[in-house]
T-cell receptor, first 113, second 112 residues
Framework: GAVVSQHPSRVICKSGTSVKIECRSL??????MFWYRQFPKKSLMLMAT?????????EQGVEKDKFLINHASLTLSTLTVTSAHPEDSSFYIC?????????FGQGTRLTVV | GENVEQHPSTLSVQEGDSAVIKCTYS??????FPWYKQELGKGPQLIID?????GEKKDQRIAVTLNKTAKHFSLHITETQPEDSAVYFC???????????FGKGTTLSVSS
């Protein structure tokens, strides 16, 4: 199947700093990318939907100024957690759409200390 | 919007037994129902999916059934093995390329 590369797989950062997570579709062009967040032992919660070349659509309760999403090309979408705080510590996962199918990245474990 | 309920939250079985996980959904417009397996520290892996024009689908030891009238679908794993131990999520959407709404997950433990 199609490959979606997400990195970093793990990152530890200090409170107040920003962290960028990248998601690349390696062998296809992704017109749409979904970003999910998962707390320990919880389900995946949709944060936002991004379409190449346009602004992301955020789910209710997700701060768009805190979680910046950029989908500048058909193969790359980034999620930047700005001014991170310990409560932002979570597992972040992207999901790229290829036609009528979609594929998850490997996920990024963010720990804010 | 769509709401997906998943039961049970935990399931413990002996190796060789069958495991069944059930989900219900609320939006009759949903047509795509995938199941994911997630191991610790990894992203979800699609194990099987079903679309609304099919009532049942099977892939070796894994099968999924769908009842659109009742709005529920189930995952069946036969001859379970310890490596089947993981968290399983059901999800629903109107098609594969749109946002999925996930159930809360089922932690399956298979003991040998």
């Amino acid at each position: 199947g199609a490959v979606v590369s997400q990195h970093p797989s793990r990152v530890i950062c200090k409170s107040g700093t920003s962290v960028k997570i990248e998601c690349r579709s390696l062998d296809f062009q992704a017109t749409t990318m979904f970003w999910y967040r998962q707390f320990p032992k919880k389900s995946l919660m949709l944060m936002a939907t991004s379409n190449e070349g346009s602004k992301a659509t955020y789910e209710q309760g997700v701060e768009k100024d805190k979680f910046l999403i950029n989908h500048a090309s058909l193969t790359l979408s980034t999620l930047t957690v700005t001014s991170a705080h310990p409560e932002d510590s979570s597992f972040y996962i992207c999901r790229s759409v290829k036609g009528t199918e979609a594929f998850f990245g490997q996920g990024t474990r963010l720990t804010v200390v | 919007g769509e709401n997906v309920e998943q039961h049970p939250s935990t399931l413990s079985v002996q190796e060789g037994d069958s495991a069944v996980i059930k989900c219900t959904y609320s939006d009759s417009a949903s047509n795509y129902f995938p199941w994911y397996k997630q191991e610790l520290g990894k992203g979800p892996q699609l194990i099987i999916d079903i679309r609304s024009n099919v009532g049942e689908k099977k892939d070796q030891r894994i099968a999924v059934t769908l009842n659109k009238t009742a709005k529920h679908f189930s995952l069946h794993i036969t001859e379970t093995q310890p490596e089947d131990s993981a968290v399983y999520f059901c999800a629903a959407s109107d098609q594969a390329g749109t946002a999925l709404i996930f159930g809360k997950g089922t932690t399956l433990s298979v003991s040998s």
